[in-house]
């Protein structure tokens, strides 16, 4: 009789050691992550060579993101994902005025392209190996905000991030790994000053970018 008792409760034990350890898996992930980011449009036809040297600066900067999930039974988390790219760029730039002379004069521009929008994320978090691998992909709304002078410009639009990681679990509530990121999104307008001007279809503002860097992963 006493063995009839005992026999199902040794079957139970790995199911109910399983449970406990699952129950154990942190269920919050914040993961910052600050690196550099690369504009991926093409230049305009048509520009000078200081013009072009100019706008190479603006096309490569400081890339800064972070991401707060929540994850459910498996791989999957849902969560918010916010994302900040800056560049700026300083130099002469010559023009022809009306009367056809050449105007040369020192100009400073500094952009940022901000992202904030409901995502989620697939890892291997819940595995027993300090191998970690994320995909994260969130879609939401993107800014771009550009001030030249007293020229300041603003524009949004839906846009959307993609994130691939390799980290490595230094503990169980802290991974430190290398990230590769794409955003994508265009604007077909945009307000300068507080005027709105609509850009024809070869003339759209290109707001993809990639960026490398390096993400932390703070488990709770």
Do not use: C
Request: proline share 4%; net charge positive.
């Amino acid at each position: 009789m006493l063995k009839k008792l005992l026999l199902p409760g040794a079957f139970l034990i790995p199911f109910l050691f399983s449970a406990q350890e699952t129950s154990k898996q942190p269920k919050i992930s914040i993961i910052p992550a600050v690196g550099f980011g690369w504009r991926t449009a093409k230049l305009p036809s048509g520009l000078t060579n200081d013009e072009k040297n100019y706008i190479k600066d603006l096309k490569k900067g400081f890339n800064f993101d972070i991401g707060a999930y929540y994850h459910l039974n498996g791989p999957v988390a849902i969560g918010v994902k916010f994302s900040n790219y800056s560049a700026s760029s300083d130099g002469r730039i010559s023009v022809i005025n009306n009367s056809g002379n050449v105007v040369s004069a020192a100009v400073s521009t500094k952009d940022n392209i901000t992202f904030f929008g409901p995502g989620f994320l697939i890892s291997n978090y819940h595995e027993p190996t300090r191998h970690k691998m994320f995909l994260d992909v969130a879609l939401g709304v993107i800014t771009y905000t550009t001030k030249t002078g007293s020229v300041k410009g603003t524009g949004s639009s839906l846009g959307a991030e993609i994130d691939f990681a390799y980290q490595y679990q230094i503990s169980k509530n802290f991974l430190i790994g290398t990230k590769l990121g794409l955003t994508g999104g265009t604007l077909s307008k945009m307000k300068y000053n507080g005027v709105t001007y609509n850009f024809g279809e070869d003339q759209k503002e290109g707001l993809s970018r990639v960026s490398l860097s390096a993400a932390a992963t703070f488990r709770f």
